[in-house]
């Protein structure tokens, strides 16, 4: 999701930085490293579930509500 694999595109990777930013002032809480090991969506809503201690209902409709508001191109 935010992590960077290698070989990706000028593009692909400020996409990712900017999505970064934008998880990292939703939820304070998400380091640099965070953002860095985080592959997918069901990662970062483990991550937003365990660090805000909420059900996972809650977690999984946050991290929905987030994803939705991210450009796509």
């Known amino acids: 999701m935010f992590g960077y694999r290698g070989g ?7 996409r990712k930085k900017a999505a970064m930013r934008s998880a990292q002032l939703r939820w304070p809480f998400l380091t640099n490293f965070d953002c ?3 592959r997918n969506e ?4 483990a991550l937003v579930q365990t660090r805000m201690s909420v059900p996972e209902k809650v ?12 450009p796509i191109a």
């Open 8 to 14: 990706e595109s000028p593009a692909i990777l400020a």
């Open 36 to 38: 860095s090991t985080i």
């Open 59 to 70: 977690a999984n409709i946050d991290v929905q509500k987030w994803n939705l508001q991210q």
């Open 42 to 45: 069901l990662q970062l809503r």
